[in-house]
T-cell receptor, first 113, second 112 residues
Framework: DGGITQSPKYLFRKEGQNVTLSCEQN?????MYWYRQDPGQGLRLIYYSQIVNDFQKGDIAEGYSVSREKKESFPLTVTSAQKNPTAFYLCASSLDRVNTEAFFGQGTRLTVV | GENVEQHPSTLSVQEGDSAVIKCTYS??????FPWYKQELGKGSQLIIDIRSNVGEKKDQRIAVTLNKTAKHFSLHITETQPEDSAVYFC???????????FGAGTTVTVRA
C-alpha cells in the first residue's frame, strides 16, 4: 500500500539532546513538509522540500534541521537549540508544490523530559 | 504571508444535525482551499477542497463554499454521524510558493 510513514509514534528526549524524527513516503511525491502542531494553534510549517537535495525554511525553522538525500525520505532533527520542542510533529507529502493534495503521516509526539 | 483564522474552536452537535465551520484568509491571491480531518491515531486526511474559480463544491454530506470577495470559506457537514467527530483544519494556499497556511482547527463532537 502506498503511503507516508512517520516513526516513532512517541519520542522522549532529555534536555540538551538532539533527536531525529523519521518520515518516509512511497508515493513518488516530489514535495515533502514538516509541520508542528500545538494545542489551539494551526499546523505551522517548519521546513519543506520541493525536490531531492533541496529544502527551504518554513515559518518556524529555528532549532530544527532537515535533509533530503532521497526522494522517499525527509528526516527532521530537533536540536538542543529548539527552546520548546515538546509538540506533535506531522510530516506530509504532495505530488508537487502547486495546489495538490497533501498526504499526512500519523505524527510523532515528542516530549522533552 | 497568508493568515487563516478558523471558527469555532470547538463545536458540539446532535447526531443528524448540521455542522458549519468558517475560515477567513488574508491573502487575496490564495487560490486553493483544502479541508483536512484529523482523527486520533489515523493522521490527517483531505476531505474536500475548492479552487478559486468555483463558488461551491459538494461531496455527499460534505460541502464547501467560497466567497472570494469576502475572503472566507466554510465547511458544511449535513446529517452528522458519530464518525464525523474529529478535528477539522482549513487551509489556504497562495502563490508563489503555494505553501499551505492552516487554521487553528475545530474540534467537532457529534453527540449520539
Amino acid at each position: 500500500d502506498g503511503g507516508i510513514t512517520q516513526s516513532p509514534k512517541y519520542l522522549f528526549r532529555k534536555e540538551g539532546q538532539n533527536v531525529t524524527l523519521s518520515c518516509e513516503q512511497n508515493l513518488n511525491h516530489d514535495a515533502m513538509y514538516w509541520y508542528r502542531q500545538d494545542p489551539g494553534q494551526g499546523l505551522r510549517l517548519i521546513y519543506y522540500s520541493q525536490i531531492v537535495n533541496d529544502f527551504q525554511k518554513g515559518d518556524i525553522a529555528e532549532g530544527y534541521s532537515v535533509s533530503r538525500e532521497k526522494k522517499e525520505s525527509f528526516p527532521l532533527t530537533v536540536t538542543s537549540a529548539q527552546k520548546n520542542p515538546t509538540a506533535f510533529y506531522l510530516c506530509a507529502s504532495s505530488l508537487d508544490r502547486v495546489n495538490t493534495e497533501a498526504f499526512f503521516g500519523q505524527g510523532t509526539r515528542l516530549t522533552v523530559v | 504571508g497568508e493568515n487563516v483564522e478558523q471558527h469555532p474552536s470547538t463545536l458540539s452537535v446532535q447526531e443528524g444535525d448540521s455542522a458549519v465551520i468558517k475560515c477567513t484568509y488574508s491573502d487575496s491571491a490564495s487560490n486553493y482551499f483544502p479541508w483536512y480531518k484529523q482523527e486520533l491515531g489515523k493522521g490527517s486526511q483531505l476531505i474536500i477542497d475548492i479552487r478559486s474559480n468555483v463558488g461551491e463544491k459538494k461531496d455527499q454530506r460534505i460541502a464547501v463554499t467560497l466567497n472570494k470577495t469576502a475572503k472566507h470559506f466554510s465547511l458544511h457537514i449535513t446529517e452528522t454521524q458519530p464518525e464525523d467527530s474529529a478535528v477539522y483544519f482549513c487551509a489556504a494556499s497562495p502563490p508563489p510558493d503555494y505553501k499551505l497556511s492552516f487554521g487553528a482547527g475545530t474540534t467537532v463532537t457529534v453527540r449520539a
